[in-house]
């Protein structure tokens, strides 16, 4: 709450008003206090920590309308940075982006070098998908403040993408400073040893993003920094045993040791603290596995909706491209991306699943499906009605279960499958990647300098076969969100977390099936000229639809130009 200061209006009556709302404020009475405000503001409207103040409570409580009413009028009679901040961040929260970066930005013309605002305008910025611009606001505020870590690691992660070796040099520097305690070491440790790793890789002409073994998985290039991070990590852990994420960061520091039996040990201890997250369904109990051995096929179905055969389609014994989600997907990354391997590659063939589209919209789908006449097209559809029960819930499960359904058209069909994310486009004929499986049982991308074990395996594209120890992997990766689907326990993540355990526990039996490993041409996040299956993933995947009266984007975003025209070549709305 803001300090006290009166205006030379108040009267005695506001002065009480006053009182017994801070008062209630200090006693945690929100509610008694926006009464009070209220008062102070009846007999004195001039009062501008009473606008103040009654506009965060009343932010708070998401009456965005109301409280900017009073921000803007706080602003008015006292414009300083209390009042400015409050009122940028009432705007931001309501939607109102564009004007609180305005009053941001006058923050910043008024107090040059203020960080907090400098980070937000970058975060901003990052959201936005400007990475320029965040980046340039990140390195203002590490000028300002040399010592503020946040910045610092905001500033370099922002540095990635244009000047790797920056990222690398800023996180070095400050962990070179002999004022940081065990936790401020410990943050730039975790963004250290990710960056350095992949700088390293670079540096050593390999893929940053993409392993091409298994050895490669974790830290090879800074065992040095990983293990004083362990070091660390373990201290604060036994200093803080009832601190989750103290106890997570143990956990990982395990886990990428290679030790599971003990960060699996670790994960029992915190596990029910971080309840409704990834972690609940995070295990490597071998019993585990054993259990989901047990599962039937209808065990592997159970609670899912019948799926409908919509178009059937003779595939010969080439690779099939299986492409799972829901209709709005469909209509706004499948389908360009069909179009764009009819176009680039005629005779291919791919399988199309849809998961909830109403009647209009199966029928839009079924007739573009159809229409496509260079390459051979079957569709299959579901109706689990999760569209309904928010996004949260939906996307989990359209993620997840393409997962039960990809194993049981990779049976039914017999041939290879590869089942690939929806928004992506072709860019060369898939033919060069398909051949990269080779006589291997499975195909995916795998990551080094990764955390956590939902990321050590990718699943925007991979390939099974039917051999019996693809299938044996895909069932039981099929079982493990099928256990966890009829728990509830569907989590964002869970595939790629299926993916590697359901590995570990394979490879622990000495029967898991031998992979083929995707470089950058094959899954290409840089739209190359060469390369393959151009991707289009992470929280800007949309922004390339957002568009100006005019046909231009609304956001501008030169790294994706290349992919944006291509889109644009294979993108007409369907009308379903």
Not at 152 to 172: C, F, G, M, N, R
Not at 344 to 355: F, L, T
Not at 546 to 572: C, E
Request: charged share 25%; net charge negative; hydrophobic share 40%.
């Amino acid at each position: 709450m803001a300090t006290p200061d009166q205006p030379t209006s108040a009267t005695p009556a506001t002065d009480t008003f006053w009182q017994k709302a801070t008062e209630a404020v200090r006693a945690g009475d929100n509610d008694t206090a926006i009464t009070w405000f209220r008062q102070c503001l009846d007999q004195t409207p001039d009062h501008p920590l009473a606008a103040l103040n009654l506009g965060i409570l009343l932010a708070n409580k998401k009456d965005y309308r109301e409280a900017i009413s009073l921000l803007e009028r706080a602003v008015n009679l006292s414009p300083n940075l209390n009042s400015v901040t409050a009122l940028a961040s009432a705007l931001l929260r309501a939607g109102r982006t564009d004007d609180a970066i305005r009053y941001l930005k006058d923050i910043v013309k008024s107090v040059p070098g203020h960080v907090p605002t400098l980070l937000q305008l970058g975060e901003i910025s990052d959201q936005r998908g400007d990475r320029k611009s965040a980046r340039e606001y990140y390195r203002q505020a590490t000028v300002a403040d040399e010592t503020d870590l946040n910045a610092a690691t905001k500033y370099a992660i922002a540095s990635w993408a244009d000047d790797p070796a920056e990222t690398a040099a800023v996180l070095d520097k400050h962990l070179a400073r002999t004022d940081l305690d065990a936790g401020g070491r410990a943050k730039i440790l975790l963004g250290l040893i990710i960056y350095k790793e992949f700088h390293e890789r670079i540096k050593r002409g390999l893929m940053p993003y993409h392993a091409t073994d298994l050895e490669e998985l974790f830290f090879t290039y800074t065992q040095r920094e990983f293990t004083e991070l362990k070091k660390l990590c373990l201290e604060d852990a036994e200093q803080n045993p009832t601190s989750p994420s103290a106890q997570i960061k143990k956990f990982m520091a395990l886990f990428c040791s290679g030790d599971r039996v003990g960060a699996q040990k670790t994960l029992a201890g915190f596990q029910s603290t971080v309840a409704g997250q990834v972690w609940d369904a995070v295990t490597f109990d071998p019993a585990f596995y054993q259990m989901l051995e047990q599962f039937t096929e209808a065990d592997l179905v159970k609670g899912l909706p019948p799926v409908q055969e919509i178009i059937t389609a003779e595939f010969s014994d080439k690779p099939v491209a299986y492409l799972s989600c829901n209709y709005t997907y469909f209509e706004n990354f499948a389908a360009p991306m069909l179009r764009s391997l009819a176009d680039i590659a005629p005779g291919e063939q791919a399988h199309v699943h849809i998961m909830d589209a109403t009647e209009e919209q199966l029928a839009a789908a079924t007739a573009f499906c159809k229409s496509l006449k260079n390459i051979a097209v079957a569709l299959s559809v579901e109706q689990p009605g999760v569209d309904k029960q928010g996004i949260m819930v939906a996307r989990s499960y359209y993620h997840a279960i393409r997962f039960i359904r990809y194993y049981q058209h990779l049976v039914h069909y017999k041939r290879t499958l590869w089942l690939m994310d929806v928004d992506a486009l072709f860019n060369r004929n898939p033919n060069v990647m398909y051949e990269i499986l080779g006589q291997k049982d499975a195909a995916m991308r795998i990551r080094a300098g990764r955390l956590e074990p939902w990321n050590q395996f990718n699943a925007c594209i991979v390939a099974g076969t039917p051999s019996a120890p693809s299938l044996a992997y895909f069932r039981l990766i099929a079982a493990y969100i099928a256990h966890f689907y009829q728990k509830k326990g569907l989590r964002w993540g869970i595939d790629q977390l299926a993916m590697y355990g359901v590995f570990e526990y394979m490879r622990d039996e000495g029967r898991a099936p031998e992979l083929a490993f995707l470089g950058d041409k094959a899954i290409d996040y840089d739209y190359l000229e060469d390369g393959i299956v151009w991707c289009n993933s992470g929280r800007n995947k949309f922004l390339h639809l957002q568009r100006n009266p005019d046909g231009s984007i609304a956001v501008d975003d030169p790294d994706r130009a290349a992919y944006i025209k291509l889109f644009d070549k294979y993108y007409t709305p369907l009308g379903g």
